[in-house]
């Protein structure tokens, strides 16, 4: 036991003094809560000379604040904040050729957008409405509320035989079953809460009645049995219209002139006989 105390305390000290020996950031503030404009700042506080700077957001280094430069103090300037410039803000300083890091949070009202404005789906089958929130932080907690007529708010509840709600911090999935066409149809709306507020959006549902799910298929049935008949008239008409296109033709007459002409023939051999 007295071993693993002593274990315990060492690795404190050696830990106390690497982060020493790389110094450390002092951020100022350290969260920026629904401003819509702010400064963020890192001050070096460590004992060795500064090489370079630069700030990341969410990870990401922002190219424009990439700086050789023996600077202690670096500023980030966030001139008009709203729900994209949300996220975790670092300063990075390499000293020592080593990295000190500071981090600032910027926090935002949720941004909520559903992921499609207009939905459908046919009868008897399950409708699914999708919203979507981006920024810092993301919501906490998401509802569903279908819109009566005056845009009356009916909360929906999950886990009902009509309702099932699947969420994530960025993503929730509204699934209505066996859809149907006078309860189902409307507005929906999803909403996101985080610490600093609500954010909202509406979807339309559509349901395609079952016989609506068939016309496409009615239509080529209609089609198919309208050329057939298109058809079938066009080659009965066409057997009379042969008969008169052979009595216009030219050789037709000389045909019938000759055979005139053989029983004329006849006729006057046998008148002489
Ligand atoms: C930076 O930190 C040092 C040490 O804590 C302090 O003396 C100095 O005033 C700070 N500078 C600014 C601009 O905050
Ligand atoms: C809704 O209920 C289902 C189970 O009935 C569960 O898996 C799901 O996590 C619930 N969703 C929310 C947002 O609570
Ligand atoms: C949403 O969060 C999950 C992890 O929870 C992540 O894998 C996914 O990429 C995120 N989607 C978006 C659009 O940010
Ligand atoms: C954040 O600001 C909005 C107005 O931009 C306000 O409605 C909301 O209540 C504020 N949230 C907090 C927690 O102060």
């Not at 600077?71 to 949300?86: A, M, N, Q, V």
């Not at 209505?176 to 149809?185: Q, R, S």
Request: hydrophobic share 35%; proline share 3%.
């Amino acid at each position: 036991m007295a071993v693993l105390w002593s274990c315990g305390a060492l690795l404190l000290v050696c830990l106390f003094t690497a982060s020493a020996d790389a110094g450390a950031v002092v951020t100022q503030p350290s969260v920026v809560n629904n401003q819509s404009s702010a400064i963020l700042t890192c001050n070096y506080t460590g004992q060795h000379a500064v090489q370079s700077h630069h700030w990341t957001k969410n990870g990401k280094v922002i190219e424009t604040t990439k700086e050789e430069s023996s600077k202690r103090i670096t500023e980030y300037k966030l001139d008009k904040i709203d729900s994209h410039s949300g996220g975790i803000y670092t300063c990075v300083f390499t000293a020592n050729g080593e990295e000190v890091k500071g981090d600032i949070e910027v926090k935002t009202m949720p941004h909520v957008g559903a992921y499609k404005h207009s939905e459908h789906a046919n009868e008897g089958e399950q409708g699914s409405l999708v919203c979507v929130s981006h920024g810092y932080p993301l919501p906490t907690d998401w509802k569903w509320f279908l819109l009566g007529p005056d845009s009356l708010e009916q909360a929906i509840e999950n886990g009902t035989e009509k309702y099932e709600i699947k969420s994530t911090p960025n993503r929730t999935t509204l699934y209505v079953k066996d859809l149907e066409i006078e309860k189902d149809v409307g507005d929906y709306m999803c909403l996101g809460l985080n610490e600093l507020g609500v954010a909202r959006d509406k979807i339309h549902l559509r349901v395609r009645s079952r016989l609506a799910a068939l016309w496409p298929f009615l239509g080529i049935v209609v089609e198919v049995i309208i050329l057939i008949a298109i058809i079938f008239i066009y080659e009965k008409r066409r057997k009379p219209d042969e008969v008169n296109d052979d009595d216009d033709s030219g050789a037709a007459p000389l045909k019938n002139d000759s055979a005139t002409n053989h029983k004329d023939k006849n006729v006057r051999q046998r008148n002489s006989n």
